[in-house]
């Protein structure tokens, strides 16, 4: 061997350790991400506001429709919504668990019967081994969380669903929907006064309106004010 290779052979060497004990490549986190609006109520959002932020990684008004092609957009987005602990335990290997964990938390909200959300919902619970636990916080009280140590997917797959279970035991299926804004299927909770929320966001109740609108004009009841027809932005704008 000749010092030239043995040089090469050493750098190889040190380059495949390298790379082998690397951990895992994590991306730094979108200082860009725009949190679509009224998908959050809060920050730090809570676990239903997360529980929103995956389902409506499928965002039919969106092209493409799917956000969720790999990890990147929840991760910025549970990073936006001041989650950073759970997004960094979050990698690309999570993705099919967390596509089922998004279809699953989909039936829940738009569960027709209470029956059927029980059905969806319990197994989710054992699945995910969402039992609380006592945990003193802040202010040295003691509260119950779910997972309060667990982060990535293990902690999404026990704070989501129980986060639903527990607003299901508290307001049935009242507080939980999907868009009424055709053809939006983006899923909400409401937490109005009235609890009578339709859309995912004022963008569809706009649209929904301007379209009852151009109905009502069409058949003769409305004058030709056209009040409703105001420019908007592209949801597309949005992400
Ligand atoms: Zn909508």
Redesign the pocket.
Known sequence: MTADTAITSAAGVTAAHRIEHQPEHTPQPNADFAMPPGWIHRLPADDLDLAVLLVNSMDL?EDPPDRLTSVHWYRDALHAAGHGDIAEGLTEADLPSLLELRALLRLVFSAATLEEAVEIVNPMLVRGGAVPQLVVDDDGRPVLQVAPQATGLEALSARLPAAAAGLIAESELRRLGT???TP???AFVDRSRSGSRR???D??NDRAAAAAYRARRKAGQEPATPNYEQPRTSPAAWA
Do not use: I, T, V, Y
Request: hydrophobic content about 35%; charged content about 10%.
């Open positions: 008004l868009c009424a804004g939006c299927e983006c859309f995912c966001s963008w569809c």
